[in-house]
Nanobody, 114 residues
Framework: QVQLVESWGGSVQAGGSLRLSCAAS????????MAWFRQAPGKEREGVAR????????YYADSVKGRFTISQDNAKNTVYLQMNSLKSEDSALYYC????????WGQGTQVTVS
């Protein structure tokens, strides 16, 4: 079993920055990747960014390219999402996802941009 706990969501004005973190605990060996998803009210959950554990290769949704950066600290089993130049449309519940043999989700952290 793996537990994922997100932190450091919050409210910020447009143009501002936030840095989310997601810490994994439990059986964290042989992780394949970690990712961030988000879901706004009335919309489907969408992928935002993903990072491969071994290679560090990253993927970003077009809507966040150049503004968001995903990174990881494998020693701490933690992934981060640095979000800059935030827009109102970035407001959503942000979820951490961890890929092992099965996938695990965090409980979500709210980001509100006004």
């Amino acid at each position: 079993q793996v537990q994922l706990v997100e932190s450091w969501g919050g409210s910020v004005q447009a143009g501002g920055s936030l840095r989310l973190s997601c810490a994994a605990s439990g059986y964290t060996y042989n992780r394949n990747c970690m990712a961030w998803f988000r879901q706004a009210p009335g919309k489907e959950r969408e992928g935002v960014a993903r990072i491969a554990t071994g290679s560090g290769n990253t993927y970003y949704a077009d809507s966040v390219k150049g503004r968001f950066t995903i990174s990881q600290d494998n020693a701490k089993n933690t992934v981060y999402l640095q979000m800059n130049s935030l827009k109102s449309e970035d407001s959503a519940l942000y979820y951490c996802f961890g890929g092992w043999d099965v996938g695990y989700w965090g409980q979500g952290t709210q980001v509100t941009v006004s």
